[in-house]
């Protein structure tokens, strides 16, 4: 694990495995009595990726340990220099053996996640030129052509806002969201859940529902314009983050990363697409993990602006 750029390279290598593995039907999941049989095999693939993605993680935590050890070491004030903090410091009730697995589900809840809504965003916008333009004239104008962007400056720039929440309306980056069980027998649209029935949540057909969204199929983030509709968890016809208790503890640093990125990306560079891709022939299909991803790379060129 000395060479960052193969650990990286790794690291996305498996989680993607992790992704495609939990994302798969499992007969085991809908016949509970299988579950010790496992006969897809894949409880047994999901531990050896999860095993893999611990060695990684084991030999970043060890490198990292030992140069913190070392004379007059500086820190990399990262997250885990803060999360090495805190175990060094006792305060908190976090053992070094538990550090992997925080790292596990930082990892694989929130990498693939944000980083399929950017290219989702990138590629919808890249497809309606006159959208891209949009955004980028409203960044122009208030921001600066080119400049830096801020965490401050987000609340000045709602057609990126309202582009982003688009996004998360038409690819969902958890399309059935994580599984939940009833804890109780419920009446949900006059159908009976039973207790104890595993309940799963297609926000990606939500999204698309005609009875809620008009032309559904269309990218068209003026539709958020003026609306107070958010993706926190309160407005269920857009739940990308799920909601109630459970709701994806991620959002709020979710939710910056991507009006900075997506924001820098478009304010920094103009884009034009490559390889013989036009508008017209440009693929939007997607491929299902539990994560649903292009099912081609967005591929463009940037040119400074
Ligand atoms: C676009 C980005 C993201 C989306 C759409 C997303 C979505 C979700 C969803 C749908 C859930 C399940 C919620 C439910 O069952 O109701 C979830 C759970 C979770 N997310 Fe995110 N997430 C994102 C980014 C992140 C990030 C950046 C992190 C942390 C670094 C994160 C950490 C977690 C964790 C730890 C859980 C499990 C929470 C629990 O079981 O209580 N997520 N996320």
Known sequence: MTDPSTSASELKEVMWQIMAEVGKPNIADYFPVLKKIDPQGSKRRTELYFSKMFDIFDGLIKQRLQLRTQPGATTCNDVLDAILDVVEDKSEDLDISLVKHLFLDFFVAGSETTSSTLEWAMGELLRNPEKLLKAQTELHLVIGKGKKIEEVDISRLPYLQATIKETFRMHPPIPLLLPRKAEADTQVGGFTIPKGAQVLINVWAIGRDPAFWASPNDFMPERFLGSDVDVRGQ???????????????????????????????????????????????????????????????????????
């Open 235 to 305: 407005d269920f016809e857009i739940i990308p983050f799920g909601g109630g208790r459970r709701i994806c503890p991620g959002l709020p640093l979710a939710t910056r990363m991507l009006h900075l990125m997506l924001g820098s990306l478009l304010n920094a560079f103009n884009w034009r697409l490559e390889d013989g891709v036009t508008v017209e022939n440009m693929n939007m299909e997607d491929k299902f993990g539990i994560t649903v991803q292009r099912a081609q790379p967005v591929k463009a060129v940037a040119v400074p602006a």
